[in-house]
């Protein structure tokens, strides 16, 4: 929504305008048909495909105004559209079209000793509120899987993206018109100022839940300040506990690949346990791959005894997250400490066991409190696509409501239905 | 817990060993088995009934101390403890243990393409604070649902019930001790100070999700302040349409149970919302039946000229509950504006529709965004029993985590698990 086209310079009005219209058109597209989401969806990729040059020019504006900024090129990697970004946005948006519609399920439907039937049926959650940063691309992502689930969404991209932001967000109003769908139901903000945010995060009457997406800074200030409930990702600070009873082949195998297939991704393995038993034999081979790697290893006096390369842990490291080529390893006596270790100091996102101890993996799978718990499997496997979901609007570090990698189900909630045939009660 | 026993007099350190002490004990009573949480509820409901002189002593300490303050009649009754009401936490209790166990269930356990095997797990929240007000017999009915949903409590009652509460609280940690469970499974605050209760509702490291059952004044302060997640219930403004096409026998006894059976109950109709073209035929019968209960009617202007007896409904009434022998009633078009009306006028709690047409039913069912929808049926049967939860901590009007009647699957949340035999992600 343009603030000049509503003629609204003030943000508290701009954004309780923009707010009332999120719930009007959650009322609508709750009861749109998976058809019409999906033809939705179908024009808006469309859309996309045909306007490719708008959106290649609108992104080189804020690429220029982001070298002007001397942003860092981590920072410019992430604002720009490649061609290739823009097919995958194209593609992910057929792909959430192919996705089961979750609303409107009914499961556990019943009859009561009363006579009455109960049962609970899927719905959306209503108006969810996105704040993203720089990637221009979840624009698209996040509108997507709102759409989907029925929901209104307003979005709120990084000011430093606000050209390419509102290229997308025209490619998407153009597609919900033509599947005539209220447009109202995906807003792309266009005001750069933070107070637009704090009036997002606290208009309960308007935002059933926000979903921030970015750094843990922007993350930990909204969720400190936001009075509608937020769906949020802290830490990813995973083990992988290697028991005495390990194949070492496979602990060997899981290890590397979660360790270093990807350094920046939270499910990526950050703290290595092995128990006491297989110190000796696991850890040189473990240390040998990592140094292939060139990953630094920071390790507990046991561990350095038997690695050379390494350097020594502090405290400090137990919890970190390094989001980088480098581990830390401890030495644990058994199965108990290696599940104490990791309540203790791990962030509840996603943990692994390697062993071929039946009864030892299952009390791992049950006492582990982490959004996320394998057996004989890398950490990396933690994500929407590998679970099934389609597609993920982030992963969940709650408890509440979800855990782990939020699809579409995450975006909806359900209520209780009762069907009687004039029943009271009595 | 005694502050006295911990030495410890100053509220922060006080609350922060709670909390401690509660995250240590959820470790344990996390993995405890089935059998040995009902031994534990068994033991209590023993204990309870051993203690039956003591409970009744504690209980005339609070009411002594009640009438000395002038405590109105109404939180008199609700602080009282009567052999009934004794009677009833002993079967509670024993309802409880013999609900099914929720923690531990795996559901949705599917290979995917990569060769891993993905599904969920339910496991307990971790720690709940339930803040409550009057009625002692609160402590009894919490401990029970947390403990058999595997998670540790902190229990904070009225400070007008605590000699009541800590009776309660000696038979809990009675029954615990003797099914070898840790006592601080349920930790019952014995601290009237109301920074205890800051403290409880902000402390993140240790808590997992506050329950407050009691007032809206309560629920509102505790929401605004609260820093840990907040499962809650506000308004029940409940409304029952009758369609034009509704069997209006059917009407007739839904409509006064659902007004007069309880008048101060949550899930007690209190709105009525009546088709144009039914009106002059259902409204005098109704009207009958709400004068015979000798309940005050408030009435739109088009009402108004069918019922005499009535009184004219501001603005105000259609937003209101009354918890009381008053009801709002308001003729519409049709489905679609009672749909809207109770869209926007309502508490999102319970509604109702009379109709005998399928296809409006269907369209109540899914377009009305309230925690339970009925079809042909009293909005009294909104509750946990009804539903076959077996017991409620509360009925929740949010959307996340919780809609409806919160039952043991209210205390708890899923985890992704993940099997694998040395797969990793390529």
């Known amino acids: 929504m343009k603030s000049a086209e509503i003629g609204i310079i003030d943000v508290t009005e701009y954004m309780h305008a923009v707010g009332k219209r999120a719930r009007a058109a959650s009322r609508l597209?709750?009861?749109?048909?998976?058809?019409?989401?999906?033809a939705a969806l179908l024009a808006i990729a469309s859309s996309i495909d045909t306007k490719r040059n708008e959106l290649m020019n609108?992104?080189?504006v804020d690429l220029e105004a982001g070298r002007e900024k001397n942003l860092s090129a981590a920072f410019m990697d992430r604002l720009e559209l490649?061609?290739?970004?823009?097919?995958?946005?194209?593609?992910?948006?057929?792909?959430?079209?192919?996705?089961?519609?979750?609303?409107?399920?009914?499961t556990d439907l019943k009859y009561r000793p009363s006579g009455i039937q109960v049962g609970?049926?899927?719905?959306?959650?209503?108006?969810?509120?996105?704040?993203?940063?720089?990637r221009p691309n979840v624009t698209c992502e996040a509108a997507s899987l709102c759409l989907k689930a029925g929901n209104a969404a307003i979005l709120r991209g990084g000011s430093e993206a606000l050209f390419s932001n509102q290229a997308i967000s025209e490619?998407?109003?153009?597609?919900?018109?033509?599947?005539?769908l209220h447009v109202d139901v995906?807003?792309?903000?266009?005001?750069?100022?933070?107070?637009?945010v704090g009036h997002l995060i606290a208009m309960n009457d308007y935002v059933d839940v926000i979903v921030p997406r970015g750094g843990r800074g922007l993350i930990e200030r909204i969720s400190a300040e936001?009075?509608?409930?937020v769906i949020k990702h802290l830490d990813g600070n995973c083990h992988v506990y290697i028991d005495d009873r390990a194949d070492l082949e496979k602990a060997v195998t899981v290890v590397e690949n979660a360790k270093t297939q990807r350094y920046g991704t939270c499910c990526t393995m950050e703290s290595l346990l092995v128990a006491r038993a297989v110190a000796q034999q696991a850890l040189p081979r473990i240390a040998a791959k990592f140094c292939s790697h060139e990953v630094e290893m920071r390790v507990c006096i046991e561990a350095g005894r038997i690695i050379d390369q390494a350097l020594p842990a502090s405290e400090a490291d137990?919890?970190?997250?390094y989001l980088a080529p480098i581990v830390s390893i401890k030495v644990v006596e058994g199965l108990d400490e290696a599940i104490s270790h990791i309540n203790s100091y791990g962030s509840q996102h996603t943990d692994s066991i390697i062993t071929e101890d039946f009864t030892r993996a299952q009390r791992f799978l049950r006492e582990v409190d982490s959004s996320s718990v394998m057996i004989n499997a890398s950490t990396r496997f933690a994500d929407g696509f590998e679970y099934g979901l389609g597609s993920e609007i982030g992963i969940s570090t709650d408890k509440l409501h979800a855990r782990g990698p939020v699809g579409l189900e995450g975006l909806t909630s359900q209520k209780y239905i009762v069907i009687g045939d004039g029943h009271i009660r009595t």
Do not use: F
């Open 171 to 180: 490619c998407v109003r153009e597609g919900l018109s033509a599947a005539e």
């Open 120 to 134: 609970k049926m899927r719905v959306p959650l209503g108006v969810i509120g996105i704040i993203y940063e720089s």
């Open 318 to 321: 137990w919890k970190e997250e």
């Open 58 to 60: 609108a992104n080189r």
């Open 186 to 196: 995906i807003q792309v903000l266009d005001r750069a100022d933070r107070d637009a």
């Open 226 to 229: 936001a009075k509608v409930p």
């Open 82 to 106: 490649t061609p290739a970004r823009i097919d995958a946005m194209i593609n992910g948006l057929r792909q959430v079209a192919d996705l089961e519609d979750p609303v409107g399920a009914v």
């Open 29 to 38: 597209i709750n009861r749109a048909s998976t058809a019409h989401k999906n």
